[in-house]
């Protein structure tokens, strides 16, 4: 079964770190570009970042500038995103997606054919 499955999420302190993972079964990551996505509680979806199918570009929110970082190992089909320096307005549920051709739109969801089921972040005192 193909499916994407993101982990890591969890809850921390304001200021704190977390890494998330996004994994992929039953495909081979590395044809795939991956964007992050969150979405909180009565809000609308967000676009954080992209990363192209073999990690020469990286896009980023102006929200996640300067505090996270997305990365990918595809020898482990994992996509990463690296949040430090986390404020309670990052709480959310994050979903990574993947898509067959680069888009500078990502953050709309354009071109993403397939999603995660999401991890949770909470980020509180």
């Known amino acids: 079964q193909l499916q994407l499955v993101e982990s890591g999420g969890g809850l921390v302190q304001p200021g704190g770190s977390l890494r998330l993972s996004c994994v992929a079964f039953g495909f081979t990551l590395d044809r795939y570009h991956i964007a992050w996505f969150r979405q909180a509680p009565g809000k609308e979806r967000e676009g954080v970042s992209y990363?192209?199918?073999?990690?020469?570009?990286?896009m980023y929110a102006d929200s996640a500038k300067g505090r996270f970082t997305i990365s990918r190992d595809n020898a482990k089909n994992t996509v990463y995103l690296q949040m430090n320096r986390l404020k309670p307005e990052d709480t959310a549920v994050y979903y990574c997606?993947?898509?067959?051709?680069?888009?500078?739109?990502?953050?709309?969801?354009?071109?993403?054919?397939?999603w995660g089921k999401g991890t949770l972040v909470t980020v509180s005192s």
């Open positions: 990363i192209s199918n073999i990690g020469r570009t990286t």
């Open positions: 997606a993947k898509g067959t051709v680069f888009t500078n739109l990502w953050f709309t969801g354009s071109g993403m054919d397939s």
